[in-house]
């Protein structure tokens, strides 16, 4: 970053904080992961300075031999690495695509049901202070509090009783498998679109370690980020019906011209998901979770669900007398982010809940596994036991950092 360095030298001192930052310690939030430098060099590149409205043989802007060729590109490795029949590539990220899937195929004011954020859903699925809670009459499902997970049959009853025109599965902070097939019967009875949101799983349904809703939802939404380890954006998928209404909610509907850069980068993530390094990535991901929960039981942290089938791991702290927030920037002085989370039922709020929520997409990128594993669950309950011990935080501090060094991120070095 020479250039950078030169011209904007304050810039420039903040991004290299920020590389230490990211070298020297644990990333755990499972919404974040590490792309590879093939896909920060497509995001950094000259596709950045075109502007391209339309979609591929159809834009309004001269000089697209390239940019179609490129955009068809992440188009058709997004169909062959999902099985869709059709992908628009150009969402910008998650929320804005969610966004176009409600009005492609809704009207202001049909009713929706999706599953209620504190129970793990995301703020585009109903949230009522949100454009989606606004504009539509959101219906919200529920886990049952004792198992924390999605009761199905509450979920029909719920659907027999107002009747949705669409019903949205997918989430944000819910551990489990999702039964998009048991989701699609109950769709059925009441003729309801059927709209999945696996911005959480896409990795894992790419590398075939979780089921795709693909074969049984109208429509599917993810973020090209997190567990698929692109480009911050989103693509939208869907069987060939919606595909036109799809594409004119995206644009003109909703956004203006594509950001090609990212979605060359989108292109190159997708190549990289169909490879069979990829499916071993996913599964260790998986493997990861599941032993970091296993361990993280052993020391008496209370895991809503009490347990993992994916990424994530959902923490209720009530019994070890902290909260959220307390746990999130005690963690945060060590080199261990995640982030603080509400968990079912809960009683706090959202600034200061009793949760937190913490997963291995980025760790296992970085080439850790099950015995890390044991000494970040040892490390959390340590930081966790030790919050008023400046001593104790700075001793961890030295271990996460000594650890972390080992397993370098890339397109990092210090």
């Given at each position: 970053?020479?250039?950078?360095?030169?011209?904007?030298p304050?810039?420039?001192?903040?991004?290299?904080?920020?590389?230490?930052?990211?070298?020297?310690?644990?990333?755990?939030?499972?919404?974040?992961?590490?792309?590879?430098?093939?896909?920060?060099?497509?995001?950094?590149?000259?596709?950045?300075?075109?502007?391209?409205?339309?979609?591929?043989?159809?834009?309004?802007?001269?000089?697209?031999e390239?940019?179609?060729?490129?955009?068809?590109?992440?188009?058709?490795?997004?169909k062959?690495?999902?099985?869709?029949?059709?992908?628009?590539?150009?969402?910008?990220?998650?929320?804005?695509?969610?966004?176009?899937v409600?009005?492609?195929?809704?009207?202001?004011g049909?009713?929706?049901?999706?599953l209620?954020?504190?129970?793990?859903?995301?703020?585009?699925?109903?949230?009522?202070?949100?454009?989606?809670?606004?504009?539509?009459?959101?219906?919200?499902y529920?886990v049952?509090?004792?198992?924390?997970?999605?009761?199905?049959?509450?979920?029909?009853?719920?659907?027999?009783?107002?009747?949705?025109?669409?019903?949205?599965?997918?989430?944000?902070?819910?551990?489990?498998?999702?039964?998009?097939?048991?989701?699609?019967?109950?769709?059925?009875?009441?003729?309801?679109?059927?709209?999945?949101?696996?911005?959480?799983t896409?990795?894992?349904?790419?590398?075939?370690?979780?089921?795709?809703p693909?074969?049984?939802?109208?429509?599917?939404?993810?973020?090209?980020?997190?567990?698929?380890?692109?480009?911050?954006?989103?693509?939208?998928?869907?069987?060939?019906?919606?595909?036109?209404?799809?594409?004119?909610?995206?644009?003109p509907?909703?956004?203006?011209?594509?950001?090609?850069?990212?979605?060359?980068?989108k292109?190159?993530?997708?190549?990289?998901?169909?490879?069979?390094?990829?499916?071993?990535y996913?599964?260790?991901?998986?493997?990861?979770?599941?032993?970091?929960?296993?361990?993280?039981?052993?020391?008496?942290?209370?895991?809503?669900?009490?347990?993992?089938?994916?990424?994530?791991?959902?923490?209720?702290?009530?019994?070890?007398?902290?909260?959220?927030?307390?746990?999130?920037?005690?963690?945060?002085?060590?080199?261990?982010?995640?982030?603080?989370?509400?968990?079912?039922?809960?009683?706090?709020?959202?600034?200061?809940?009793?949760?937190?929520?913490?997963?291995?997409?980025?760790?296992?990128?970085?080439?850790?596994?099950?015995?890390?594993?044991?000494?970040?669950?040892?490390?959390?309950?340590?930081?966790?036991?030790?919050?008023?011990?400046?001593?104790?935080?700075?001793?961890?501090?030295?271990?996460?950092?000594?650890?972390?060094?080992?397993?370098?991120?890339?397109?990092?070095?210090?």
């Amino acid at each position: 970053m020479s250039t950078i360095k030169e011209q904007d030298p304050r810039l420039h001192e903040l991004i290299e904080a920020e590389k230490v930052r990211q070298a020297e310690g644990l990333e755990l939030i499972p919404s974040e992961n590490y792309t590879s430098e093939a896909v920060m060099e497509a995001a950094g590149s000259i596709l950045t300075n075109k502007y391209s409205e339309g979609y591929p043989g159809k834009r309004y802007y001269g000089g697209q031999e390239n940019i179609d060729q490129i955009e068809t590109l992440a188009i058709e490795r997004a169909k062959e690495l999902f099985g869709a029949d059709h992908v628009n590539v150009q969402p910008y990220s998650g929320s804005p695509a969610n966004t176009a899937v409600y009005f492609a195929t809704l009207n202001f004011g049909d009713t929706v049901m999706g599953l209620k954020l504190d129970h793990g859903g995301h703020i585009t699925h109903g949230l009522p202070i949100s454009f989606s809670g606004k504009a539509y009459n959101f219906i919200p499902y529920e886990v049952d509090i004792e198992t924390g997970i999605i009761d199905m049959d509450e979920v029909e009853k719920l659907a027999l009783e107002h009747k949705p025109k669409m019903i949205v599965a997918g989430a944000t902070a819910y551990p489990r498998n999702i039964d998009w097939k048991r989701f699609k019967e109950i769709a059925d009875k009441v003729g309801a679109i059927t709209f999945a949101d696996i911005s959480h799983t896409a990795g894992l349904i790419a590398g075939k370690v979780l089921e795709s809703p693909v074969p049984y939802f109208d429509i599917i939404m993810t973020t090209t980020h997190k567990t698929l380890r692109g480009p911050r954006g989103a693509i939208i998928m869907c069987k060939q019906e919606y595909a036109k209404q799809i594409d004119r909610a995206v644009f003109p509907g909703l956004q203006g011209g594509p950001h090609e850069h990212i979605i060359a980068g989108k292109a190159i993530a997708f190549k990289e998901a169909l490879s069979p390094e990829f499916h071993t990535y996913a599964q260790q991901i998986k493997n990861n979770a599941a032993k970091l929960a296993e361990e993280l039981k052993k020391h008496n942290f209370k895991l809503t669900s009490d347990g993992t089938d994916t990424h994530l791991i959902l923490i209720d702290l009530t019994n070890k007398n902290v909260t959220g927030k307390q746990a999130q920037e005690a963690l945060d002085s060590v080199g261990i982010t995640l982030n603080k989370n509400t968990v079912p039922g809960d009683q706090r709020p959202p600034m200061d809940p009793s949760g937190i929520r913490l997963g291995t997409p980025a760790i296992t990128t970085r080439g850790m596994k099950e015995p890390e594993m044991e000494k970040v669950a040892e490390w959390i309950d340590r930081t966790v036991a030790n919050i008023d011990s400046p001593e104790v935080l700075q001793t961890i501090k030295n271990e996460v950092k000594e650890l972390s060094l080992k397993f370098p991120v890339p397109g990092i070095k210090l």
